[in-house]
């Protein structure tokens, strides 16, 4: 069965500063691999995914994320935040190639709170 | 192009009433999920519509929720009777294919 660690629910970052959200997942089929971020009190927006290709994806934001295979890493990095990028980040997997659903598999979520 | 709606946005119930929540999605969107999210949990797949089939419901919790789909168009998921342990937000999403998800705002469901 596949699941997606997030270990840190909260991540104080000061504005301007480089942050880095981890996720970790576990599957033993390939999959596609997803950011997502909510917004206060907005739906969940797509950020970036990987889904084939260039293992580096980024978004138009400024906000990028490596697939690594061996670590079974999907971990997003911006190398300066700004207030505006408080929200909450989810990291997400679904099945690839043929996967019965496509369903996403959610890790818990990260809360990124930008301190001026 | 209207996004996903999702009403009501919030819904505060007693224990044992019944609630229904809509999702209305993309047009032209074969495809509409439900997930929740339990407060502090992460999001879980609930189903997956195509079109006005069921495609997997493997994520539903148990017989007291019940998910429509009228038409392929807008769907429903009714929760009766409520519990507690049934509080979270409910997101629903559509897509055209497999990979394309547009999620709406969520109903935030409180059952007291």
């Known amino acids: 069965a596949q699941s997606v660690t997030q270990l840190d629910s909260q991540v104080p970052v000061f504005e301007e500063a480089p942050v880095e959200l981890r996720c970790n997942y576990s599957?033993?089929?390939?999959?596609?691999l997803f950011w997502y971020v909510q917004y206060p009190n907005q739906g969940l927006q797509l950020l970036l995914k990987?889904?084939?290709?260039?293992?580096l994806v980024k978004s138009i934001n400024g906000f990028e994320a490596e697939f690594n295979k061996s670590q079974t890493s999907f971990h997003l990095r911006k190398p300066s935040v700004h207030i505006s990028d408080t929200a909450e980040y989810f990291c997400?997997?679904?099945?690839?190639?043929?996967?019965?659903?496509?369903?996403?598999?959610f890790g818990t979520g990260t809360l990124l709170a930008i301190q001026p | 192009e209207a996004g996903v709606t999702q009403f009501p946005s919030h819904s505060v119930i007693e224990k044992g009433q019944t609630v229904t929540l809509r999702c209305d999605p993309i047009?032209?969107?074969?495809?509409l999920y439900w997930y929740r999210r339990v407060m502090g949990k992460e999001i879980k797949f609930l189903l997956h519509?195509?079109?006005?089939?069921?495609?997997?419901e493997s994520g539903m919790p148990n017989n007291r929720f019940l998910a429509e789909r009228t038409g392929g168009t807008y769907s429903t998921l009714k929760v009766q009777p409520a519990e507690l342990e049934d509080s979270g937000v409910y997101f629903c999403?559509?897509?055209?294919?497999?990979?394309?998800?547009?999620f709406g705002s969520g109903t935030r469901l409180t059952v007291v």
């Open positions: 519509f195509v079109k006005e089939s069921k495609q997997d």
């Open positions: 999403a559509s897509s055209p294919a497999n990979y394309g998800y547009t």
């Open positions: 997400a997997v679904s099945e690839g190639y043929g996967g019965a659903t496509n369903k996403l598999i």
């Open positions: 047009s032209g969107h074969d495809n």
């Open positions: 990987y889904l084939s290709g260039s293992t």
């Open positions: 599957s033993s089929v390939s999959v596609y």
